[in-house]
């Protein structure tokens, strides 16, 4: 009897934790015109991912009522209508009514357990954009690099900080939970220095100017004594702290004519040593080492556990493989050991799945275009440029699946260029059989590219050489459209690829 009763406990206790780790949200659009979407985006630990975005049924009368698995306090993006509106802060078993009518007007929050700490934010403009990225100058890059730095203190820096001051000071001053104070005003520091490094990265200064800048504003971040509970600008601000590092980093390397073999300062390895690393394990293994060496591990073992969740989104196994290597080396025990293993080998099984997939053809010796489209004539070709080192050609490949779907049994054939040096050969044969990209393949390196380009863009008004780039082929081996549209345009693409199959 005694045995039943603790087995019934045991069973109350695991559904009073499932059901305290969710979170509720209900509400209505106003004015539902039947179309209009809305979504969540709960960060996996920082950044915005649509692979981390929940879609919100809406009834027909606009309202709806969704219930999302929350097991720690995560700071959102509420999406409506394709446009983030605003900031919400979800936490296990609390619940958020509200109304919502435009992107303009935002949401008009109204009941529920998490309304205090959601309204407040609202109320002190958590989430607004920093007054010096309002402007509507399209050349204020080069306005900001008119100002002294001494001016750049005083009419951009100093006042922002003072005014994210001002709301901490409001923040303390509400009547909600101390721990949602703090929580709060964490985000609210962390976001300030994130928007100030995002700043000095868009302000096109003068290097010595951006240095000063950098230096002014990352010299004092307290890092030791923070833990962050929420959500992701702790992390975000991360990126623009390590470059402020690195700008540390060859400042003293300059002044102290250090040599290559010598332990560089902030990293402990040599600059030899870590071109040997980046080149073998790549360059996140590099920033892994940096962070280290500079952040507590507290907030290194999240952030680079999502940069690993990135790579592994990517289907990117040789930059996966590499920076796990480092990250189960410094965290045996961590919480995320078995996964970030778990993704590795799920890429390698992927990688072993394809090696002798036919349909993934590599042409070695192409050495111009005629060469490339001759024996294809009949077909309309669809040309990607790209590279393995390019986020922005990465983030299309997701589009591919459904362009191809799209176009399967039609005359289509899809054809991809890369750009990668001769050292990374393997790198580029693994990653398009990782991601089982069907089609033709050729590599060319930065120096045997140059004619293609020429070719390629003999008659574009925009002669530059960006990656990626689209161009379609018609079937008498014509180039018909350079600058063709992108995978992830969908019905755009789709239209100018089915008028030259007629």
Not at 84 to 100: A, E, R
Request: hydrophobic residues 40%.
């Amino acid at each position: 009897m005694h045995f039943k009763k603790l087995i019934l406990l045991a069973i109350i206790i695991i559904y009073c934790q499932k059901a305290d780790a969710q979170f509720k949200l209900s509400g209505k659009v106003l004015n539902y015109n039947g179309k209009a979407k809305l979504m969540v985006n709960i960060p996996l630990v920082y950044g915005f991912y649509n692979y981390n975005s929940i879609s919100i049924p809406i009834a027909n009368d606009g309202t709806f009522d969704i219930t999302f698995p929350i097991k720690e306090t995560k700071l959102t993006s509420l999406i409506f209508e394709d446009k983030v509106v605003c900031d919400l802060l979800l936490q296990p078993s609390k619940t958020l009514t509200f109304n919502i009518k435009s992107v303009d007007e935002g949401p008009l929050f109204l009941a529920g357990t998490a309304l205090p700490e959601n309204k407040l934010m609202q109320d002190i403009g958590f989430d607004e954009p920093p007054f010096f990225f309002r402007s509507n100058h399209d050349d204020k890059p080069k306005i900001f690099n008119t100002f002294s730095f001494d001016e750049l203190i005083a009419n951009f820096v100093n006042p922002f900080k003072l005014k994210q001051q001002e709301k901490i000071k409001k923040v303390y001053a509400s009547q909600i939970d101390y721990k949602d104070k703090q929580i709060i005003s964490n985000e609210i520091n962390y976001r300030s220095y994130y928007l100030l490094g995002l700043f000095t990265q868009t302000a096109d200064l003068k290097k010595a100017k951006l240095d000063s800048l950098t230096f002014e504003i990352f010299n004092n971040v307290p890092l030791k004594s923070t833990k962050l509970t929420s959500g992701s600008y702790h992390y975000k601000f991360v990126r623009y702290y390590m470059r402020y590092i690195d700008t540390k980093l060859a400042l003293e390397v300059k002044q102290g004519n250090i040599p290559n073999s010598a332990p560089l300062p902030y990293y402990g390895i040599s600059f030899d040593s870590a071109m040997v690393a980046r080149t073998k394990y790549g360059g996140g293994y590099i920033e892994f080492i940096g962070a280290i060496k500079n952040l507590p591990h507290s907030v290194v073992e999240p952030y680079f556990y999502q940069q690993i969740t990135d790579l592994y989104k990517g289907k990117d196994l040789t930059n996966l493989s590499g920076l796990v290597y480092a990250f189960n080396k410094q965290f045996p025990n961590g919480v995320y050991y078995q996964d970030v293993n778990d993704k590795v080998v799920n890429l390698q099984k992927i990688l072993s799945a394809n090696a002798s997939n036919k349909k993934i053809e590599i042409v070695e010796k192409i050495s111009s275009l005629p060469d490339l489209i001759k024996p294809l004539r009949g077909k309309v070709i669809y040309l990607d440029v790209w590279g393995t080192w390019c986020g922005p050609c990465k983030e299309e490949l997701q589009y591919i699946p459904e362009l191809k779907s799209k176009f399967k049994g039609k005359d289509v054939v899809f054809v991809y260029l890369d750009m990668d040096e001769e050292n990374k050969d393997v790198v580029w044969r693994d990653f398009i059989k990782v991601n089982n990209m069907e089609g033709i393949h050729f590599r060319k390196n930065r120096q045997t590219i140059a004619p293609f380009w020429k070719e390629l863009l003999a008659n574009a008004e925009d002669k530059a050489e960006y990656y990626p780039q689209y161009f379609i082929f018609d079937k008498e081996g014509k180039l018909v459209v350079t600058k063709a549209k992108r995978p992830s345009s969908k019905e755009e693409l789709y239209a100018q690829l089915e008028s030259y199959l007629r």
